[in-house]
């Protein structure tokens, strides 16, 4: 059964419920960022999802580099925080509301991937106490003003590494089509003790430091595309990346993909709520990252996705 709409759950608690003051803050952000010109098309980021105070200015730095004109489909990959689940769900709700418009779902694409049988609905109280997608929701209908599109949130759950390579296979094919956008929600590091993580390298002074370079440990695994990598990082440092399971998933829909361009993720900005010092003190990192796809020549190519998977 379908519901009708999904509404702004977290306006006016995690971001404003005002639309003007919403579009005038992500706009101040955006601004800000000072944008290198673009090489290539950019196909899907990486952002944070915390209140919008907190991470806004950090995702600004995906979304700043977001061309709209291409844009018909955005999947947003978010992670699901009160709610177990062991797969991916997909909304029942027909519309998404913001502050700012509403967001009209893609009915065929969700049932589609209901078709393959992975895939299950959530129920409506589920879809609006998440907030992972929902805070990248007022930089979607920001950027996308004007323009027509339609949304396909995907609720991801505590997956297997089996499921995440078994969802970003099913995922892959959409790769193909330019009109395709992914938005894969997560945070990084959760440090202190109310997060259960207090991991230190003390060879890097302050604490802040240390988390600093655990973070960018695994954003520079992740840009390697290599799957296995930020597997392997993740266990051995246990790193409370939030959307880890997203960011799997999207890791393996890129490596099975099959098309003629060469992924390329790199990350553009990295931020932390405050600055621990002490062990009574704690913090979350927002990162923000791009995923181009870039044209190279038959041998470029080649070589290319051969050191992918190595």
């Known amino acids: 059964m379908t519901s009708s709409s999904r509404e702004a759950y977290h306006a006016g608690s995690w971001y404003t419920s005002n639309g003007k003051a919403l579009a005038d803050q992500l706009e101040k952000w955006l601004s800000e960022v000072k944008e290198s010109q673009k090489k290539a098309h950019v196909r899907g980021i990486i952002g944070p999802h915390a209140g919008l105070s907190y991470s806004g200015p950090t995702a600004a730095h995906a979304y700043k580099r977001v061309d709209p004109k291409l844009i018909k489909r955005i999947f947003v990959l978010g992670p699901s925080h009160h709610y177990y689940t062991s797969r991916c769900e997909l909304t029942a709700c027909k519309t998404y509301e913001t502050p700012m418009g509403t967001i009209e779902i893609d009915l065929d694409t969700n049932a589609a991937l209901m078709k393959t049988g992975k895939f299950k609905k959530m129920s409506l109280s589920v879809d609006e106490e998440e907030h992972s997608i929902e805070l990248h929701l007022p930089y979607i209908a920001h950027i996308m003003k004007g323009y027509k599109f339609k949304l396909v949130p995907i609720l991801v759950g505590n997956l297997s590494t089996s499921a995440e390579k078994a969802y970003g296979k099913l995922l892959s094919p959409f790769l193909d089509d330019p009109c395709n ?6 945070d990084f ?16 002074g302050s604490i802040w430091k240390s988390i600093k370079a655990l973070d960018n440990l695994g954003m520079s695994i992740i840009e390697t595309l290599n799957t296995q990598d930020f597997t392997d990082y ?29 992924p390329e993720m790199k990350f553009v900005h990295y931020s932390q709520s405050s600055k621990c010092y002490r062990s009574s003190d704690s913090s979350v990192s927002y990162a923000a990252g791009i995923c181009r796809f870039c044209t190279k020549t038959s041998s470029e190519t080649s070589e290319a996705k051969s050191s992918k998977t190595k």
């Open 181 to 186: 956008f992914f938005v894969i929600s997560s």
């Open 189 to 204: 590091c959760h440090w202190g003790s109310r997060f259960r993580y207090t991991w230190v390298d003390k060879s890097y």
């Open 234 to 262: 993740l266990k051995q440092y246990e790193n409370t990346i939030c959307g880890r399971h997203p960011i799997g998933v999207f890791l393996n829909a890129l490596e099975n993909y099959t098309g003629k361009q060469i």
